[in-house]
């Protein structure tokens, strides 16, 4: 397979969670103009409105992204445009809808373009109750109990059939629970691992949606950020995997989560009110096996749970004491 430069890149869901920080460390790699953003909603921060090209456009509908990539010469698409789990359950057939028609318009067009790389994450939610739950290998039991599982797993396998029937050189990655301080998480179960910082910093207290001791898979935004673009740029000879790649970084519980904060804020209390999104967690992983990512592309994370939480605070903690408001919810 020949391999064509990146060059001109577009990203669907530029303005989610891990989409709006993408963004700008693309801008930074391939240069600002190189790099479209595209979303549904207004860009949350005047970085990403200011420092490169913006359009809207909805992903599940071909002649929007059509229009865009024609415009910028678009050699590469970074699908982040998705709906999560949470927000999955309660409109399944609109999670149908973006995920799966949405992905299905991302790899025709990539297809037709002839372009040089689609990057598709995928997700922990890839997994079921019947996958083992304890460093769960790279490959294994994909039978997921969510819509936004289903759609990732068929996201993986079109990744992959993609490859296989048309050469098309698509690569994904599994995220995990994903924190960060920029951009608020749009709806899924781990969201609960952000939330408690924010409310920490600003209440002092949080309840949280999930038990004490449901364990998952976590990641830092610098080390998702780095893990995307290393597999984005990473030498394909040496892949065996495309579309379906773990990443883990750390792995805790609800309650390690809310220790960790306690020994800095000795005043933070977390109490815990599970709601529908308990059984999601518990059919998700606790730890995940990587090494395939770290033998095919060198994966390789910096942050744990300690060095997360010491970040976390002191961006949120600077933010609150400068009056910038830390609002939940936005
Ligand atoms: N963070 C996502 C969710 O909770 C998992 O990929 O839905």
Redesign the pocket.
């Known amino acids: 397979m020949k391999v064509k430069e990146i060059k001109r890149i577009l990203v669907t869901g530029s303005v989610g969670q891990i989409g709006s920080e993408l963004t700008l460390a693309l801008r930074e790699r391939f240069g600002a103009e190189n790099v479209v953003a595209t979303g549904r909603k207004t860009p949350p921060s005047d970085a990403l409105k200011n420092s490169g090209p913006f359009y809207f456009i909805d992903v599940a509908k071909r002649e929007t992204l059509e229009e865009v990539v024609r415009k910028h010469n678009i050699d590469t698409i970074v699908h982040m445009a998705a709906i999560?789990?949470?927000v999955g359950e309660q409109n399944p057939m609109r999670c149908w809808d973006v995920n799966i028609n949405g992905t299905l318009v991302v790899l025709e067009c990539a297809r037709e373009h002839d372009m040089a790389r689609v990057i598709i994450p995928s997700?922990?939610?890839a997994f079921g109750p019947e996958t083992p739950r304890d460093r769960t290998p790279n490959d294994t039991i994909l039978k997921p109990r969510t819509m936004?599982g289903v759609t990732k797993v068929a996201g993986e396998l079109l990744g992959d059939y993609y490859f296989r029937k048309y050469g098309l050189d698509v690569r994904g990655l599994r995220?995990?629970?994903?924190i960060s301080h920029e951009t608020l998480?749009g709806?899924?179960?781990?969201?609960f691992a952000v939330a408690i910082y924010f409310e920490a910093v600003r209440n002092k207290r949080y309840t949280c949606f999930v038990r004490e001791d449901t364990r998952l898979p976590m990641m830092y935004m610098p080390d998702c950020i780095k893990a995307t673009i290393d597999l984005t740029v990473a030498d394909i000879s040496k892949l065996k995997h495309h579309s379906d790649f773990n990443v883990g970084a750390m792995s805790f519980s609800a309650g390690e989560l809310a220790a960790s904060i306690k020994k800095q804020i000795p005043e933070f209390v977390c109490t815990y009110e599970p709601d529908f999104r308990q059984a999601i967690a518990d059919t998700w992983p606790m730890s995940l096996d990587d090494s395939a990512a770290r033998e095919e592309w060198g994966w390789k994370p910096a942050f744990d749970l300690e060095a997360m939480t010491k970040d976390m605070l002191d961006v949120l903690g600077r933010r609150y004491r400068e009056g910038k408001v830390v609002v939940l919810g936005a």
């Not at 995220?175 to 994903?178: F, R």
């Not at 709806?187 to 969201?191: A, E, P, V």
């Open positions: 999560l789990s949470a997700s922990i939610a936004y995220y995990p629970g994903i998480p709806g899924g179960t781990t969201d």
